[in-house]
């Protein structure tokens, strides 16, 4: 009877054990950037512009601000929304009515995900060049790049607003091409096409593609 608990225990515990050890050998590789002089594709969206998120215009034809959103312009409209002139000038200190130009366009596959058209890439201290997809209200995966010299690790963020918690998925495989000229100019002009381990679900396959056009910020 001793022999036949221990046994189970010791099994119990090389389960637990193997486990482990898969979590452990979920790794993000880095895979090597192909350079071009010369990279084609179409990069027209860097041409269309939004706004900020929250930012819109209503049925009076002025640009308003709706969500996240400074508490202190309610007390400068109406009750139909429409902004009082004499406020006009300080509702525009407080909203920020950029045209945002897009620098993002691809599509994936990936969990809680709506769309989302922006990029951004800092200079880090250390040299590597990190960039991230915005999210949004609706969208809650997040793209992350990381170069340094000829290599790029890519994950995806997911910070879901349900039951499932956050998340870092990371890369399984893929490529990414770079217009060298542009890049050594600060700018980031690229063709990627990742697909990632999926931690949540081991049935349901987690890619993400595209096209990037976007400015490096030094930090």
Not at 78 to 90: C, F, H, P, Q, V
Not at 103 to 110: C, G, R, V, Y
Not at 157 to 167: A, E, M, P, Q, T
Not at 184 to 194: L, M, P, R, S, T
Request: proline share 2%; aromatic share 10%.
């Amino acid at each position: 009877m001793k022999n036949k608990i221990l046994i189970t225990f010791l099994l119990i515990i090389t389960t637990i054990s193997c486990k482990t050890i898969d979590k452990k050998m979920v790794t993000n590789p880095s895979i090597e950037i192909e350079w071009t002089t010369d990279l084609k594709g179409d990069f027209s969206f860097k041409e269309n512009w939004s706004y900020k998120e929250g930012v819109y215009k209503n049925s009076h034809g002025q640009l308003s601000c709706d969500g996240s959103c400074p508490v202190a312009i309610d007390r400068m409209k109406d009750n139909t929304g429409k902004i009082y002139k004499d406020s006009l000038k300080a509702f525009y200190k407080l909203i920020d009515t950029t045209h945002v130009y897009h620098s993002l366009k691809s599509e994936n596959k990936m969990y809680e995900y709506s769309g989302t058209d922006f990029m951004d890439f800092k200079k880090l201290k250390n040299g590597t060049i990190k960039g991230e997809s915005q999210s949004n209200v609706s969208t809650h995966s997040k793209l992350i790049i990381k170069l340094k010299n000829n290599s790029c690790t890519a994950s995806v963020y997911f910070n879901s607003i349900r039951d499932l918690g956050v998340h870092t998925l990371p890369l399984k495989s893929g490529t990414i091409k770079i217009d060298k000229p542009l890049f050594e100019n600060g700018i980031i002009k690229a063709v990627f096409d990742f697909e990632f381990v999926n931690t949540l679900e081991t049935n349901k396959q987690l890619y993400w593609k595209g096209n990037i056009y976007s400015k490096i910020i030094t930090e």
